[in-house]
């Protein structure tokens, strides 16, 4: 019994994860408060956990907020213009739906853009974290990413967004992810993203 609580246990390896996914859920939080930061928390959390997921040992709070100040102004450039482009395209759905125009030409080009713009989301603050590279050269790097393994890349993002599809299914369910939220929901699925594009990424950078 007294072994299940040795620092070797697997109880206190799961606890102590527990409590790292706690801190960096509080400090994403904090950090994202102002809305337009939501970007530089991103990637100060993906750069947290990829320490931690490498078997690193990292400070959780100084690396946190000292990648969080180093990214905010890229991050959050990248941030605000996704926003514009999600605002972009859900009016142009609107109007394609709205004007029943749905098997017009042009919603394949909308389509393949709304592609271009979830995989941007999910990949371009992990790039920022993983990598020490200009953002344009992360920005064509993703893309490329995208178009060279397209089938791989929407498998990927069809596990990372299934909770936010879960929580649409009850109302319990929807009340369940936001109170979470407040605990280690947002910094465990920043997790699980961290974990599959580590492995998409490390599969990739050996091909190159």
């Known amino acids: ?3 299940f609580f040795h620092s070797e246990g697997w109880i206190a ?3 102590t994860k527990f409590g790292q996914l706690l801190i960096i859920n509080v400090l994403i939080l904090l950090s994202s408060i102002p809305i337009v930061t939501i970007g530089a928390a991103q990637t100060a959390g993906f750069h ?3 320490q931690l997921i490498q078997g690193k040992e990292v400070a ?3 690396r946190f907020l000292h990648v969080f100040r180093q990214s905010l102004v890229k991050s959050s450039v990248v941030w605000i213009a996704l926003l514009l482009f999600v605002w972009l395209l859900g009016v142009n759905w609107l109007y394609y ?3 029943n125009q749905l098997l017009n030409g ?3 080009g909308l389509s393949i853009s709304t592609i271009i ?3 941007l989301f999910q990949c371009v603050f992990f790039s920022l974290a993983r990598y020490n590279s200009s953002l344009r050269s992360i920005l064509v790097t993703d ?3 995208l178009i060279k393994h397209p089938f791989r890349s929407i498998l990927l993002h069809s596990l990372t967004l299934l909770p936010f599809f879960l929580m649409l299914l009850s109302p319990y369910l929807f009340i369940f992810g936001l109170y979470s939220a407040c605990f280690f929901s947002i910094s465990g699925w920043l997790y699980l993203r961290c974990v599959l594009l580590l492995a998409f990424f490390r599969k990739y950078e050996k091909v190159d």
């Open 60 to 62: 959780i709070v100084p």
């Open 117 to 119: 713009c979830v995989h």
């Open 97 to 99: 739906i709205q004007m």
């Open 106 to 108: 042009w919603i394949i």
């Open 13 to 15: 390896r799961i606890f």
């Open 48 to 50: 947290v956990l990829l």
């Open 1 to 3: 019994m007294i072994y």
């Open 143 to 145: 893309v490329k990413l």
